[in-house]
């Protein structure tokens, strides 16, 4: 209980009316000041190749389009499903139509974003014109394979602006990865009014229509790409950051340095395999280590001509990579050996492995060495590869390291590199033998990864054709029984396996570095990171 007490005057010193002068001069003069901008500085591996949405694919890539377009269904820090340009949907008892109720949201020059944008975005999406790397992800809406094949017109896509508001979306069978593919950036609705008026190029700094949280201000090539917060997203008084700097720094030391100098608060580039005792012991905090949905492989090129289109070499080429050197001596962060090509974080519960993953090494050398003489390769006509990969020191440590195996048994390479981009774009064109290549998951549903092997698809650099397998793919995409969606899993793994028709190497875990002074950074089996839900301490 507080009394009601008559305040008593008392005398105040010169001096101390002086000092409290002075201190009420400073704290207004610090009251007019305008609050510090937050920014964050992010190391994000490679330089983009592109930020349009639909075409792009590396996880550089989308970590970026992810903050320019916001999507019908949100995902947030923890990678959960949350509403996003949709504020609520419903989805029919037969999950054949989907129904989503858009929200009153502005483009960011504050034209309204409409269920039209959302036509339009998806549309484009399954054009052939588009080329979208995902587009497959989207194959059970109405007409979409049609489409994709040139047998349909874009116009005929599966989807429906009832009203302004209002998105329906039809569906030729049950899909229940549908929701997490509507969270994916290139589903995202995008500003038709804008696109169409550029007549070609339309990703333009400073000029780019977006709606996400985030606008893209600056982008220098192989510098860094500047976002600055948007007023006219929809939830624009939730996001704390005002701005981020993305830093295309592919070198692993590099970064490393620069987030200990503090110049970095995040970064995505991971960190040298030779450092992780020492970050891991004197970052205990920052340092961020979880399971991934991601495979590290290499890809074999199987065209005709290629020597990797005989499945002996292929055989013989799996048999001498010591995997578990490679995950536990080179690199040591947690990496599992892999004999599989599904990751096991991944749900589904996939079966199947290579034949000889528990065969002693000195059997699986000899089996090599005869299989490579069967197929005409010897010390007369020795077989020599070219190993192509991303720059980046633990690519090529990998690299080096397979190529000394690979010597065991008679082969020898050529070790190629270039910044992923190049990379990238000669695994997609077939101008390559053996390629490293990292899938990570944008859905988790194993397939986003099956997919990456069927006849024809965009993504299946290696050129791998199996009838069998490609009805597997569909007959999984079909199934919704978890039980025999999980044996055709198993079968068709085991197909791609007993076929040799990759190299797998380990399953991924993400390496991140976060500073303490970041908040709102959750690890996540997606490593999903959306800036909305960041914010820096001062």
């Given amino acids: 209980m507080f009394n009601a007490v008559a305040p008593r005057m008392r005398e105040v010193s010169t001096?101390?009316?002086?000092?409290?002068?002075?201190?009420?001069?400073?704290?207004?003069?610090?009251?007019?000041?305008?609050?510090?901008?937050?920014?964050?500085?992010?190391a994000n591996g490679d330089e983009p190749g592109t930020l349009d949405p639909q075409k792009s694919s590396g996880n550089w890539e989308t970590r970026i389009t992810r903050e320019l377009f916001a999507t019908l269904v949100a995902i947030d820090s923890k990678a959960e499903l949350v509403p996003g340009l949709?504020?609520?949907?419903?989805?029919?008892?037969?999950?054949?139509?989907?129904?989503?109720?858009l929200r009153d949201a502005k483009w960011s020059d504050g034209k309204p974003i409409t269920a039209d944008?959302?036509?339009?975005?998806?549309?484009?999406?399954?054009?052939?014109?588009?080329?979208?790397?995902?587009a497959n992800l989207y194959f059970t809406i109405k007409n979409a394979k049609e489409i994709v094949a040139g047998k349909a017109k874009p116009e005929t896509l599966g989807v429906e602006a009832v009203d302004q508001h209002t998105l329906k979306i039809h569906l030729t069978q049950p899909t229940p990865s549908m929701l997490q593919a509507l969270s994916m950036p290139e589903s995202a609705p995008l500003p038709r009014h804008y696109i169409e008026a550029q007549q070609g190029n339309w990703v333009k700094a400073g000029k780019l229509v977006v709606s996400g949280?985030?606008?893209?201000?600056?982008?220098?090539?192989?510098?860094?790409?500047?976002?600055?917060?948007?007023p006219q997203f929809y939830a624009a008084d939730s996001v704390k950051l005002d701005t981020a700097h993305f830093y295309p720094i592919n070198d692993a030391q590099a970064a490393?340095?620069?987030?200990?100098?503090?110049?970095?608060?995040?970064?995505?580039?991971?960190?040298?395999?030779?450092?992780?005792?020492?970050?891991?012991?004197?970052?205990?905090?920052?340092?961020?280590?979880?399971?991934?949905?991601?495979?590290?492989?290499?890809v074999l090129n199987l065209?005709?001509?290629?020597?990797?289109?005989?499945?002996?070499?292929?055989?013989?080429?799996?048999l001498a990579v010591r995997r578990g050197i490679i995950a536990n001596r080179i690199l040591g962060q947690g990496q599992t050996p892999s004999y599989w090509y599904l990751p096991k974080a991944m749900e589904g519960n996939a079966g199947g492995e290579m034949p000889f993953a528990h065969q002693p090494m000195a059997e699986r050398l000899k089996k090599a060495k005869q299989l490579l003489a069967d197929a005409g390769y010897g010390p007369e006509h020795p077989l020599h590869l070219e190993i192509a990969?991303?720059?980046?020191?633990?690519?090529?440590?990998?690299?080096?390291?397979?190529?000394?195996?690979?010597?065991?048994i008679g082969v020898t390479t050529t070790l190629t590199n270039s910044e992923a981009a190049v990379h990238f774009n000669t695994l997609k064109n077939g101008n390559f033998e053996v390629g490293r290549y990292g899938g990570i998951a944008t859905v988790n549903d194993p397939q986003d990864f099956l997919k990456n092997f069927v006849t024809g698809y965009e993504g299946n650099y290696s050129r791998y054709h199996n009838a069998r397998y490609d009805k597997l793919v569909d007959a999984i995409g079909r199934e919704l029984d978890p039980q025999k969606r999980a044996r055709l899993l198993t079968e068709a793994q085991q197909l791609l396996l007993d076929d040799y028709a990759l190299l797998p190497i380990y399953d991924y875990v993400s390496i991140n570095l976060v500073?303490?002074?970041?908040?709102?950074?959750?690890t996540n089996p997606l490593d999903v990171h959306p800036l909305r839900y960041l914010s820096v301490a001062q």
């Fill in 389 to 408: 990969y991303n720059t980046l020191e633990d690519h090529r440590r990998i690299a080096v390291a397979i190529s000394a195996m690979w010597k065991q």
């Fill in 117 to 134: 944008d959302a036509v339009f975005a998806l549309r484009r999406e399954i054009s052939p014109a588009t080329a979208a790397y995902n």
């Fill in 515 to 522: 500073s303490d002074k970041v908040k709102g950074w959750h």
């Fill in 15 to 42: 001096t101390a009316l002086k000092t409290l002068a002075a201190a009420l001069t400073v704290s207004l003069a610090a009251a007019a000041l305008p609050a510090q901008a937050a920014n964050l500085n992010i």
């Fill in 86 to 101: 949709a504020s609520h949907w419903e989805i029919s008892d037969d999950g054949l139509t989907y129904t989503f109720h």
């Fill in 213 to 230: 949280p985030f606008q893209l201000t600056r982008w220098i090539p192989q510098s860094d790409i500047e976002l600055s917060k948007n």
């Fill in 303 to 318: 065209s005709k001509g290629q020597p990797t289109a005989d499945k002996r070499v292929r055989e013989a080429l799996n």
């Fill in 256 to 298: 490393l340095n620069r987030f200990r100098t503090g110049e970095l608060g995040i970064s995505y580039t991971g960190v040298p395999a030779t450092q992780f005792p020492t970050v891991k012991k004197n970052f205990p905090d920052e340092l961020k280590v979880a399971p991934l949905l991601g495979e590290y492989y290499y």
